[in-house]
């Protein structure tokens, strides 16, 4: 009998302690949602999750939820973060007359969270100006008004002596004493404005550079002296010259047709001569004619060596009608340079270029003779230029050019002729009328 009641309220405790503890864990997790499928847990509480931003003026709000089952464990408000103040801006400005205004305006929202009143600036001073001219026997009186808003600020009796001198101010130097500027009447010798003694300056000194001596120049060290007076504060001392640094000239030895010097000395730096090189003239060349050139540098006489003359003749003649005859024939004479002649008289065999140029008009139209070039004043062989055909123009140059090769022999007595006939054939006799003649020969060695 006692075991069995012992039995039943072991039992019976047992089935109330199973019962408290699923009381305990449903109550726990308290949710609306009796079929949910999470199992049965104590919350456990998130992070703060702001819902409702707050604002300047309104409050916010935030949430705390089961970071398990997402239920909202608590909630709270924000208080509301109230304006920032930003920077004061000039709404109105302040005159000498009338007060401005500023305001600072939130810096997030814009709304205007302070006004403040901006004081009245100070009158603005303007010129006096003469109300009443003072004169040496009754005062005047001026006036200063506000520049901005006309305001009288103030006046002032203005003492007599119209005729004030206003002295100006002397500055004071490192000689002489100076003077503050002041003002007097001429009229009655009354100082308005004293002036009083400025002391004598300070020296204003400034540095004298220093000179390096050279082979030419003495120098001089660096020095300091006041600008103003000339005083001098450190001496400039003498830098004696420098020897002269002597180098070797070299003596140039001169050729056939350059000029050379005799060696000698130099300084470098001022380029004065110790021993002055003397000049050594050209040496000239040595010919040898045989073969044409200098035995010395080589030179030969292959180009061209030109002789040329141009002369110019005006018929001082004019055509008679009568028939009386006049010459009718001119002689050019060409005389060959020295070294023309010795070219030619060594190698006969060579040849000469000669060109003959021929300006020639006539008031008639008349037509040129005979032109020829000889090397015998009379009689020898003739090398013809214009063959009688060549018809003058009485207003344009007609011109006449002939060249040809003659032997060198022919001109070994050093001259040539020129041989020209003009005019006309009238009544059996001939004439000319050959206003104006202007030729050039040249004649070149052909380089053989």
């Known amino acids: ?5 012992l039995r ?11 019962a408290l503890v699923l009381t305990f864990t449903f109550s726990a997790c308290d949710t609306d949602d009796r079929e949910s499928d999470v199992v049965p847990h104590e919350h456990e509480a998130g992070e703060w999750e702001i819902t409702v931003e707050p604002t300047c003026t309104a409050e916010g709000a935030r949430v705390q939820k089961c970071t398990i089952c997402e239920a909202e464990m608590t909630t709270e408000t924000i208080d509301a973060t109230g304006h ?26 814009g709304e ?3 006004t403040e009143e901006l004081s009245m600036t100070e009158h603005v001073s303007g010129e006096w100006k003469t109300v009443v001219a003072a004169s040496c026997t009754s005062e005047g009186s001026r006036k200063k008004a506000c520049a901005v808003c006309s305001k ?6 203005v003492p007599m002596h119209p005729n004030t001198v206003n002295q100006s101010e002397i500055p004071a130097t490192c000689l002489n004493t100076g003077l503050t500027s002041g003002s007097y009447c001429p009229d009655c010798n009354t100082v308005f404005v004293e002036q009083t003694v400025i002391p004598i300056a300070d020296h204003a000194w400034v540095t004298d550079a220093a000179i390096s001596a050279t082979c030419e120049h003495e120098g001089l060290t660096q020095g300091r002296h006041c600008s103003v ?13 420098t020897d002269h640094n002597i180098v070797d000239v070299p003596a140039i030895k001169p050729t056939c047709t350059t000029t050379g010097k005799t060696a000698g000395t130099q300084c470098s730096m001022c380029k004065t001569y110790m021993v002055q090189p003397q000049l050594i003239s050209a040496l000239g060349h040595d ?5 044409g050139g200098c035995t010395t540098c080589g030179y030969t006489f292959s180009a061209s060596e030109m002789y040329t003359e141009t002369l110019y003749y005006e018929d001082p003649y004019s055509w008679d009608p009568n028939g009386v005859p006049y010459p009718y024939s001119h002689e050019f004479e060409f005389t060959f340079s020295d070294t023309f002649k010795k070219a030619v008289n060594n190698n006969p065999t060579r040849e000469v270029i000669v060109t003959i140029t021929f300006y020639a ?3 008639a139209g008349w037509k040129l003779h005979d032109i020829y070039l000889s090397n015998l004043e009379e009689g020898g062989e003739k090398y013809i230029i214009a063959d009688g055909e060549q018809k003058l123009d009485s207003d344009v140059y007609t011109k006449v050019q002939k060249q040809f090769t003659i032997n060198a022999s022919l001109l070994q007595n050093g001259k040539m002729y020129l041989f020209v006939t003009h005019g006309m054939v009238l009544i059996g006799h001939n004439y000319y009328h050959l206003k104006n003649i202007t030729l050039t020969a040249a004649f070149a060695d052909a380089g053989q």
């Open 1 to 5: 009998m006692k075991f069995n009641q």
């Open 8 to 18: 039943r309220l072991l039992f019976t405790i047992l089935v109330i302690t199973a």
């Open 84 to 109: 920032i103040a930003g920077s004061w801006t000039v709404t109105k400005e302040a005159t000498c007359t009338v007060a401005g205004e500023q305001v600072q305006k939130c810096s997030s929202c």
């Open 112 to 114: 205007v969270v302070a």
């Open 152 to 157: 009288e600020l103030a006046t002032e009796i």
């Open 229 to 241: 007076c000339n005083l001098v504060q450190l001496p400039q001392e003498v830098i004696p010259k």
């Open 287 to 291: 010919i040898d004619y045989s073969i």
């Open 361 to 363: 008009k006539n008031d």
